[in-house]
Structures are given as structure tokens and as C-alpha cells.
């Protein structure tokens, strides 16, 4: 298993403004994702975070609206940028190994709310 | 494509009582199974996992799930309910490929009544 950073835990932004959501492993491990979940509803996958390259997006998301790091094989970064109320979520960091493990493991999320 | 169902968004049951949250699958190939629980304002933690083998499945906090191919299923349980289950349960999957995507179900809230 891992254990999983992620800061901050919750945060109230105005409109117009950005968030960085930052997540620290305690071991290195080959994937990192980030998903979003929205107020009452399941998880939905935003991006594979790749070390050392560009993110890899999903479907309805885009790099200049999260943006997205990882310059190593422990931490990354999601920014929420340009928030608008829609943007309100809980943004959740994930890890898996790929040698030895099939499971996800999670950070604790960050509550955004945009006001 | 790979999906998950969970039918019921919310179950209740009374403490001590038994537990089953239900969850059905679609994918093409071996799939991987698992059970995670969201507790309010906490991520996911990971509960279970059925990858190959034996179709019943024990995990963390007295669960397990039951495996069953003919029926595409993947059912939670438990054998009595604590009030201290009351939380949000996902069920997802994955192909064997673990190159896939892991699918996640929209959640069943369960609440255990005193």
C-alpha cells in the first residue's frame, strides 16, 4: 500500500482564481491520477499523470483548464484554473504499482468550493 | 466498454442485521473486482479485491464479496452490521490488462440503523 498526502484538505476560492492541489507518496509508484468528484455522484477520471511529460487527458478536460505535474515519481500537482462555481468538487489523488498491485489507492481529497 | 452497476442508491439496515451491497459488471475478458468506502470528507479506502481464485473474497473491517461469473456480480457483505459502517460504498472494475482504466460504480449509501 502507500500512504497518500494530499493539500490542501478543503478550500474556499473566489471565481476567476486558481487552485493547486499538490499530492506526496510515501514510496515511488509508477501511476498517478487524478479524478473529480462531484457533489453526489461517482468518480470521474481527469488525467493520468505522466513523470516527466505531458499529462494524458481524459475525455472533457483540457490542459489549460487543469494543468497538471509530475517531476518525479512521488509527487504531482493538479491547478484548477479560471474556478467558476461548476468547479466545485472533491478532487481526489490516485496511485497504483504496477509491478505487484492491481488496486487504487487514494489521498483523503480536497473539498473545493467556489464562491 | 467496461461498466459498473450499482442499482440501489441507498440501503438501510439495523444494526446486527446482515449487509449486502449489490454490484453488477460488464467487461469483455477476466475482470478485477473491487470495494472501496468513502467516510464523509475522507477519500476512498480500498476494502477488497477479487482477482483470481477463490470467489469469496474477505477484506478490511469484517467484509467480503462473493465472485460470481454467471451472474456478473461482485456483492458486498457483511455478517452484522455496525452503525459504524454507515458510509459510502463504490464497486469498480478493470480488465485483467491492468493497462485499463480501473471503472467505478455511482456509489450506494449505506446507513446502519441503531
Known amino acids: 500500500s502507500a500512504v497518500i498526502s494530499q493539500k490542501p484538505s478543503r478550500d474556499i476560492c473566489q471565481r476567476g482564481t486558481s487552485l493547486t492541489i499538490q499530492c506526496q507518496v510515501d514510496s515511488q509508484v509508477t501511476m498517478m491520477f487524478w479524478y473529480r468528484q462531484q457533489p453526489g455522484q461517482s468518480l470521474t477520471l481527469i488525467a493520468t499523470a505522466n513523470q516527466g511529460s505531458e499529462a494524458t487527458y481524459e475525455s472533457g478536460f483540457v490542459i489549460d483548464k487543469f494543468p497538471i505535474s509530475r517531476p518525479n515519481l512521488t509527487f504531482s500537482t493538479l491547478t484548477v484554473s479560471n474556478l467558476s462555481p461548476e468547479d466545485s468538487s472533491i478532487y481526489l489523488c490516485?496511485?497504483?504499482?504496477?509491478?505487484?498491485?492491481?488496486?487504487?489507492?487514494f489521498g483523503q481529497g480536497t473539498r473545493l468550493t467556489v464562491v | 466498454a467496461q461498466s459498473v452497476a450499482q442499482p440501489e442508491d441507498q440501503v438501510n439496515v439495523a444494526e446486527g442485521n446482515p449487509l449486502t451491497v449489490k454490484c453488477t459488471y460488464s467487461v469483455s475478458g477476466n475482470p478485477y473486482l473491487f470495494w472501496y468506502v468513502q467516510y464523509p470528507n475522507r477519500g476512498l479506502q480500498f476494502l477488497l479485491k477479487y482477482i483470481t481464485g477463490d470467489n469469496l473474497v474477505k477484506g478490511s473491517y469484517g467484509f467480503e464479496a462473493e465472485f460470481n461469473k454467471s451472474q456478473t456480480s461482485f456483492h458486498l457483505k457483511k455478517p452484522s452490521a455496525l452503525v459504524s459502517d454507515s458510509a459510502l460504498y463504490f464497486c469498480?472494475?478493470?480488465?485483467?490488462?491492468?493497462?485499463?482504466?480501473?471503472?467505478f460504480g455511482k456509489g450506494t449509501r449505506l446507513h446502519i440503523l441503531p
Open positions: 490516485s496511485v497504483e504499482f504496477r509491478l505487484g498491485g492491481t488496486e487504487a489507492f
Open positions: 469498480a472494475v478493470r480488465r485483467e490488462n491492468r493497462d485499463d482504466k480501473i471503472i
